[in-house]
């Protein structure tokens, strides 16, 4: 399954290494992992969102960390994963680590 993770980058100087370990944890449960935090540095905020709505998209499932309610960005993807139909879900969920 093709996965999209979402959750704060913006004001989180440790975001990359986080991102990394929950697409670690996904990919080790066989699935192929769409990881926002793997773009380059240098973009405008527009560049970033329509990159990772286009990620989005291409994603069977959207995947959210227990921070995303703190980053704008998120919180834009889950609003339109709920208009659209997009299955989602929280990954302490996906992991087995409980309700957020």
């Avoid at 996965?3 to 990394?20: C, Q, T």
């Avoid at 919180?75 to 208009?83: F, G, I, L, P």
Wanted: charged residues 25%.
């Amino acid at each position: 399954m093709k996965i999209y993770i979402a959750g704060r980058i913006a004001g989180d100087r440790k975001y990359r290494a986080k991102f990394r370990e929950a697409a670690k944890a996904l990919e080790g449960m066989g699935h192929v992992v769409l990881n926002p935090a793997t773009l380059p540095d240098g973009l405008t905020d527009a560049d970033y969102m329509q990159i990772c709505m286009a990620m989005l998209n291409a994603a069977d499932l959207a995947v959210f960390l227990p921070d995303y309610r703190e980053s704008r960005g998120a919180m834009v993807e889950w609003a339109y994963c709920q208009r659209i139909g997009k299955d989602c879900a929280l990954y302490m969920d996906m992991t087995g680590g409980g309700r957020q």
